[in-house]
């Protein structure tokens, strides 16, 4: 990029500019194929929905993220299923550089079909192993998990509950006056109970190592909206606005699906946390410049500070919300001049 035309007095100082690097984000999207994807949004079903948006969404971002994927449940020939595989069989695409990641991920969407259960506890689980034990251990950068869920996680046969968390009654299916997560003989059937607790466990171990949880809720989520909220939450990425996750509505169809992903994937691409190659040797001789704009460290609105081990600039304030919603071309960290406060 030119240079840019710093203030004069800086040169008295023999301040030189280093170029910040953006640190390489790895997403592994997990995602619902449950029956109820081949529900329609729009003119189509939820589940081409959501190859249109994330090929839409991904590619404008695909030369600055790493990407992977989880599909649960697993179901072999279109049966009903709450089974997730164990192990590196979980993982469909493993994380690779999106350039090459997305013609993998939506391939992998294109040659299966929808069915079975809501096992969203499991698949969590499938992420944080691959995180923490498999191949994902190895990842250079930061981690997150993107789920995208169109209803209420169920799937484990060890609960029992009553017709206000059964998952069957929420959804509007039930064709009992009671609960149809028992049967008339008063036998359970507790994979349809919703898996609340579990989730937000899996969520709570994931944000514990460092890796936060992104939650996309898709027509179908309506009723399981305050334990969406919950889960985004934990997750440690929460709106702070009329819904805690990204809630997309029937209305908004494939283009909101497609504006939800984009708003994730652009803001791990600019993220307010910038990664230096190397630490300064002076913490009270460095300054930061965004688009060659001087920043105050201490601003009343806008700052940033320095962490040592490992050598990171942190936006903080209206500098970072800028950088977040509309990005910024370069990032210079500028050394030798005292910090301009």
Known sequence: APACDFPEDWTDCGATAVSADYRTPNILLVVDK????????????????????????????????NLGLILYPDNPGGTVACEVP????????????????????????????????????????????????????DLEGEKYVLLATDGGPNCNGALRCEADECTVNLDGKCDSDGSCCETTTGASLGDRCLDDADVLEQISNLAMRDIPTFVVGIPGTEAYADYLDDFAVAGERALGGDTEYYAVSAEEGVAGLTATFQAISTQLVRDCDIELSEAPLQADLVNVAVDCVPINRDGEDSGWDLSMDPPVITLRGDICDDVRNRGAERVDVVLGCPVIR
């Open 86 to 137: 164990e192990g590196e069989d979980a993982v469909n695409v493993e994380i690779a550089p999106a350039t090459e990641a997305v013609d993998s991920i939506i391939g992998a969407l294109q040659g299966t079909a929808p069915g079975g259960g809501t096992p969203t506890a499991e698949a969590l689980r499938r992420a944080y192993d691959y995180f923490i034990n498999g191949a994902g251990a």
């Open 34 to 65: 449950s029956g109820s994807m081949e529900d329609p949004i729009g003119d189509v079903s939820k589940w081409e929905a959501m190859q249109t948006a994330l090929s839409d969404a991904l590619g404008d971002v695909a030369d600055d993220m």
